[in-house]
């Protein structure tokens, strides 16, 4: 019902920028979704990046990325953006896009999402 693709991401010297960009296309009696970025890094588990509400107006951060990342949607529109500012070598992992139809207070949890992109690498070198 919902298809999400990924583009960005790539290879970035530490301190520099990526932006990641992830377009979703709905159908069925899906209208409306919530957008999610999560990572993950080899030997780790999926990990929680930022994810934004059905309006945009409303985005929430894991610690290790609040001030220098930003989510963002386009308005209208159901396509999310991670603009990734003052990289560091730790954030390189695949970054996934994920959606889910409803915002509630397990939205850290990867289990929460219906939907999710194929992935794009994001490696940072020191």
């Known amino acids: 019902q919902v298809q999400l693709v990924e583009s960005g991401g790539g290879l970035a010297q530490a301190g520099g920028s990526l932006r990641l960009s992830c377009a979703a296309s709905?159908?069925?009696?899906?209208?409306?979704?919530?957008m999610a970025w999560f990572r993950q890094a080899p030997g780790k588990d999926r990990e929680f990046v930022a994810v934004?509400?059905?309006?945009?107006?409303?985005?929430y951060y894991s610690e290790s990325v609040k001030g220098r990342f930003s989510a963002s949607r386009e308005n209208g529109k159901n396509t999310a953006f991670l603009q990734m500012n003052s990289l560091k070598p730790e954030d390189t992992a695949v970054y996934f896009c994920?959606?889910?139809?409803?915002?509630?207070?397990?939205?850290?949890?990867?289990?929460?999402?219906?939907?999710w992109g194929q992935g794009t690498q994001v490696t940072v070198s020191s």
């Open positions: 709905l159908g069925g009696s899906v209208t409306s979704i919530i």
């Open positions: 994920a959606a889910g139809t409803y915002f509630s207070s397990d939205y850290r949890f990867p289990e929460k999402y219906d939907f």
């Open positions: 934004t509400s059905w309006s945009g107006t409303t985005t």
